[in-house]
């Protein structure tokens, strides 16, 4: 089970933290990633990083201002989210799978999601 949070309304500019908690198995076997899906739009990704968390990508709409992290001994993921825009407003997944993958059927885990809305 995953279980997002953090979200909330930010004026643009600014930074917020999300956090993703897992429960019901070894999280460290996996890797896990950040989605996100905006209104109207599919779902996309944002970030990945492996079981190791020596390795993460990122889509290119966010790289150098978002960070994802994980600790594994707290079964947790985070996204590290600066220099928020507008077109940032989206709810956002956190999932986990096996590897790495740049597509949602990618990922057997999934949480529910949590709101970021991003305002002028």
């Known amino acids: 089970q995953l279980v997002e949070s953090g979200g909330m309304l930010v004026q643009a500019g600014g930074s917020l933290r999300l956090s993703c908690a897992a429960s019901?198995?070894?999280?460290?076997?996996?890797?896990a990633a950040w989605f996100r899906q905006a209104p109207g739009k599919d779902r996309e990704f944002v970030a990945s990083?492996?079981?190791?968390?020596?390795?993460?990508d990122y889509a290119d709409s966010v790289k150098g201002r978002f960070t994802i992290s994980r600790d594994n001994a707290r079964n947790a993921v985070y996204l590290q989210m600066s220099s928020l825009k507008p077109e940032d407003t989206a709810i956002y997944y956190c999932?986990?799978?096996?590897?790495?993958?740049?597509?949602?059927?990618?990922?057997?885990?999934w949480g529910q999601g949590t709101s970021v809305t991003v305002t002028v």
């Open positions: 990083v492996i079981w190791s968390g020596r390795y993460s």
């Open positions: 999932a986990a799978g096996r590897a790495i993958a740049f597509r949602p059927d990618g990922y057997d885990y």
């Open positions: 019901g198995g070894t999280f460290s076997n996996y890797a």
